[in-house]
């Protein structure tokens, strides 16, 4: 009991502000907590408009009056999200044993609308026989139905942990996923673009994308500033290639990393809505298209966005 002590201790030295950003942030949350959040962003290279949002209902799991421990619940709720290519939509289950650690499952359904040269499949995942570069989409798109892109269904299951911890004003966080799609794709297909991670991923196949960020607070935790390493693989196995092809030419990973800031309008704890800015500016360091082969490696992955939360319960008066 005394290691445990020791060891809760030592984490609360460490525990960024809360690992969701709906944690309570002066004491622990009530027993029952209703939450939305919603993350609507603009990106260039590769260009998307995408809205992200979440509705979910949390069951305090114990208390603790440590602000490594007291932040802490199982959750249930839908996760839609919605662009001009496509829509996901499916439940969500989450665990925070700890405010530095959550785990997360979620199974959701696809659909892709046929617009904006999606979706495009392939029938190889050897990445000399195909190209899914901006240039060889928007060619494809105006070809023939062997080769243009068309709606479709599918799902995907999600699976995926967040990792939180401060010293002092300097934040460490660790976002990792990983996939695996089911998508109804053109008859002698195996493979397809997903243009959400930028990846040529196979049908029935794992890919993983990781968030490692370093970030610095200021002004009360209003300011967050730092930079961002991302990397995103996807898995061939040998049902993505076609017979002859080369089974060591699949999907190269992606790397990129640069600055990003964000500043949050703070409300109570609580609050029904907290809104935050964030801008992102990453420059592509391994991509088969983004470094110079189709896009010129000086044009950035950038992203601006507004992340909106709030809790739909009203937060529980202080005892007198």
Do not use: C
Not at 18 to 42: E, F, I, W
Not at 65 to 72: Q, Y
Not at 168 to 192: E, N
Request: without cysteine; positive net charge.
């Amino acid at each position: 009991m005394r290691s445990f002590t020791a060891l809760a201790a030592l984490a609360a030295l460490l525990v960024a502000a809360p690992a969701s950003a709906q944690g309570y942030r002066d004491g622990g949350p009530p027993k029952h907590r209703v939450v939305y959040k919603d993350l609507t962003l603009v990106r260039v290279n590769p260009l998307g408009l995408i809205t992200d949002a979440r509705l979910s209902y949390r069951y305090r799991l114990y208390e603790h009056s440590s602000v490594a421990l007291r932040d802490n619940f199982v959750s249930v709720g839908v996760a839609p999200t919605l662009s001009a290519a496509f829509a996901r939509i499916g439940p969500i289950v989450e665990v925070q044993p700890a405010s530095f650690l959550t785990l997360w499952a979620q199974y959701e359904l696809i659909g892709y609308f046929g617009s904006f040269n999606l979706l495009q499949s392939f029938p190889t995942a050897d990445r000399a026989k195909v190209s899914y570069s901006d240039t060889s989409l928007r060619a494809l798109s105006k070809g023939d139905g062997a080769t243009k892109n068309y709606a479709t269904t599918g799902t995907q299951l999600l699976v995926g942990a967040n990792v939180q911890l401060k010293v002092g004003p300097v934040v460490f966080r660790d976002q990792v996923r990983a996939g695996r799609p089911d998508m109804k794709l053109r008859a002698g297909d195996r493979a397809f673009y997903d243009i959400y991670y930028d990846l040529l991923v196979g049908d029935g196949g794992w890919w993983a994308h990781n968030d490692a960020d370093l970030l610095v607070q200021a002004l009360d935790s209003r300011l967050t500033v730092g930079l961002r390493y991302s990397t995103s693989k996807a898995f061939a196995a040998s049902e993505h290639f076609a017979p002859g092809d080369d089974r060591g030419n699949g999907p190269t990973a992606l790397h990129r990393a640069g600055p990003l800031a964000a500043w949050t309008f703070r409300k109570p704890d609580g609050a029904g809505f907290e809104p935050t800015l964030l801008f992102l500016a990453n420059w592509w360091l391994q991509s088969p298209y983004r470094t110079g082969q189709d896009v010129s490696q000086a044009v950035p992955y950038l992203i601006v966005a507004l992340n909106i939360t709030g809790d739909l319960l009203p937060s529980p008066r202080p005892p007198r």
